[in-house]
């Protein structure tokens, strides 16, 4: 054989094998072992990432759909709330097809941070039981609308909820679409569509795309739905839906929002990162709490909003990890995996910066938390799981007894349930909640607290 042609083979089969890398894939990109050796990311973060991979493609789907997520030509001239594309949703949808008549998927306009126009996109669901044989069109103003906002799932645009056919979460939807609700679920501005970068936690944000995905579903189907409306959310989407309880659109009654259901919410990211640096970092088994590898994509959230942040209490390896999972754009349990596993002095720098002094942390809270002493336009259903390591139920707390000030407050917290367990666990009082919101009369609804014993309601 010529060198000639040899050399030819091999470059045929280099070309074969990038050929092979799957190009409708954005997010946890997958480098060659010598790739990520440069990236500081040796054997064992390999193996880690190996493990985290098939998660994160589960929860946004193994195809991006480019086409869809690209930014409409419509967006140029849109005005928030406007429909940009909408699609019947066909593949997949696992359980949720069992118990939804119709799953659509759109892109709309919203505002960003600060309040320039952003495309997002999210996806509607109508429920089995809304008059199934009656065409959507003819279904006048009947069906309660609820917007649902979802938990963290990474920072970078591939990591999109609405990209995996059968939904991030959909234990959670799960019981909105049984108990007949149309569910509208944003994937927040920067996920999906990357005209901007997700604001990761910058919940004026995620409550604007809450907001307008709302006023896009009712343009989508304008006769469908009746006037009242609620919003519910886990963990950033329950900081998120708590913000938009306290968005001034929604204090207009005209609005026709009802009430609003936060479980485990982050709420103000200050709290939240002076909390694990001073009372989780030092314990010898700081890995046994999600809090530690959240902190991580915390840090990517203030950057997202703040270019110039430096990171100053982050060590190195921490912020090396952190480029390196921007080169893969690896979604949130790829990231959170990587950093639980280091070593503290490879999550903390040395020296004086910390959470506490930390001035764009501060500001960036101050711009976004919610429970800053705003009224909240309706009642609202806070619920926190006593052994969730993940929003640690002290900063819930702190949050609960600085709104109550000004807002009707229910909080629920559940002793022996953790970040994802308490949903379940709750959800009979959430809808519970939900159902008196939506009706004509709902009862009278006061600040409270009761904490409930896992164990007697799990048995209910
Ligand atoms: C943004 O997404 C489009 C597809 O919708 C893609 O062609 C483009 O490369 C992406 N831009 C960046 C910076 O990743
Ligand atoms: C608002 O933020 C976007 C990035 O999300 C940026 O492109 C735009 O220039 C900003 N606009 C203003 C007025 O600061
Ligand atoms: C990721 O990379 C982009 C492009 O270089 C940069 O703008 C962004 O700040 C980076 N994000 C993080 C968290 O490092
Ligand atoms: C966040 O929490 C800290 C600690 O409880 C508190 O001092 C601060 O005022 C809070 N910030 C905002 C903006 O609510
Ligand atoms: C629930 O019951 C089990 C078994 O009886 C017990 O071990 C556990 O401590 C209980 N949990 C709580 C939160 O009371
Ligand atoms: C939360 O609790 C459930 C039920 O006990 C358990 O299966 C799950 O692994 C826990 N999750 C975390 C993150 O600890």
């Known amino acids: 054989?010529?060198?000639?042609?040899?050399?030819?083979?091999?470059?045929?089969?280099?070309?074969?094998?990038?050929?092979?890398?799957?190009?409708?894939?954005?997010?946890?990109?997958?480098?060659?072992?010598?790739?990520?050796?440069?990236?500081?990311?040796?054997?064992?973060?390999?193996?880690?990432?190996?493990?985290?991979?098939?998660?994160?493609?589960?929860?946004?789907?193994?195809?991006?759909?480019?086409?869809?997520?690209?930014?409409?030509?419509?967006?140029?001239?849109?005005?928030?709330?406007?429909?940009?594309?909408?699609?019947?949703?066909?593949?997949?949808?696992?359980?949720?097809?069992?118990?939804?008549?119709?799953?659509?998927?759109?892109?709309?306009?919203?505002?960003?941070?600060?309040?320039?126009?952003?495309?997002?996109?999210?996806?509607?669901?109508?429920?089995r039981t809304s008059m199934p044989d009656i065409p959507l069109g003819d279904q006048r103003n009947v069906l309660p609308l609820v917007a649902y906002?979802?938990?963290?799932?990474?920072?970078?645009?591939?990591?999109?909820?609405?990209?995996?056919?059968?939904?991030?979460?959909?234990?959670?939807?799960?019981?909105?679409?049984?108990?007949?609700?149309?569910?509208?679920?944003?994937?927040?501005?920067?996920?999906?569509?990357?005209?901007?970068?997700?604001?990761?936690?910058?919940?004026?944000?995620?409550?604007?795309?809450?907001?307008?995905?709302?006023?896009?579903?009712?343009?989508?189907?304008?006769?469908?739905?009746?006037?009242?409306?609620?919003?519910?959310?886990?963990?950033?989407?329950?900081?998120?839906?708590?913000?938009?309880?306290?968005?001034?659109?929604?204090?207009?009654?005209?609005?026709?929002?009802?009430?609003?259901?936060?479980?485990?919410?982050?709420?103000?990211?200050?709290?939240?990162?002076?909390?694990?640096?001073e009372k989780i970092l030092p314990l010898p088994n700081y890995q046994d709490y999600s809090v530690t590898g959240l902190s991580a994509l915390l840090l990517t959230g203030i950057k997202a909003a703040y270019p110039e942040y430096q990171m100053p209490w982050a060590a190195d390896a921490l912020q090396n990890m952190l480029h390196f999972t921007n080169i893969t754009q690896s979604c949130a349990v790829a990231i959170t995996t990587l950093a639980t596993n280091l070593r503290i002095e490879q999550i903390i720098a040395p020296g004086a910066a910390t959470p506490m002094n930390d001035d764009i942390l501060k500001q960036w809270t101050q711009q976004h938390a919610a429970a800053q002493g705003d009224p909240a336009s309706m009642p609202m259903l806070l619920i926190q799981g006593l052994e969730d390591t993940a929003v640690l139920p002290e900063c819930t707390i702190r949050a609960y007894e600085s709104a109550t000030r000004l807002n009707t407050i229910g909080l629920l917290e559940y002793s022996g349930l953790n970040h994802t367990a308490v949903i379940a666990a709750s959800a009979p009082r959430w809808l519970q909640f939900m159902k008196d919101r939506f009706s004509d009369h709902p009862t009278d609804f006061e600040t409270s607290r009761v904490t409930f014993d896992a164990n007697s309601t799990i048995a209910r």
Not at 183 to 210: E, M, P, Q, R
């Open 149 to 277: 906002a979802h938990g963290t799932i990474g920072q970078h645009y591939g990591c999109a909820p609405s990209s995996a056919m059968h939904f991030f979460e959909q234990e959670n939807l799960e019981p909105l679409l049984a108990e007949g609700y149309t569910v509208v679920a944003t994937d927040y501005a920067g996920l999906g569509n990357n005209y901007t970068s997700h604001k990761y936690l910058s919940f004026a944000a995620h409550a604007n795309d809450i907001y307008y995905s709302v006023v896009a579903a009712r343009k989508m189907f304008p006769i469908v739905f009746n006037d009242k409306w609620m919003s519910i959310g886990h963990s950033q989407g329950g900081g998120a839906v708590w913000k938009l309880a306290e968005h001034p659109l929604v204090q207009d009654p005209r609005s026709g929002y009802v009430g609003t259901v936060s479980i485990a919410p982050a709420v103000n990211m200050s709290d939240l990162a002076t909390t694990t640096y």
């Open 1 to 127: 054989m010529h060198l000639y042609s040899a050399f030819a083979i091999i470059f045929l089969a280099v070309q074969s094998s990038s050929a092979a890398v799957d190009e409708s894939r954005v997010s946890n990109l997958q480098l060659e072992p010598e790739q990520a050796r440069i990236y500081g990311c040796r054997s064992h973060c390999q193996s880690l990432l190996s493990e985290a991979d098939p998660v994160d493609r589960e929860n946004v789907g193994a195809y991006y759909d480019a086409k869809f997520y690209a930014t409409s030509p419509d967006f140029a001239s849109s005005t928030p709330g406007d429909v940009l594309k909408k699609e019947l949703v066909h593949r997949g949808l696992g359980r949720l097809h069992s118990i939804s008549r119709s799953v659509w998927r759109f892109q709309y306009t919203s505002l960003d941070a600060n309040d320039s126009l952003v495309p997002s996109s999210g996806i509607i669901m109508f429920p």
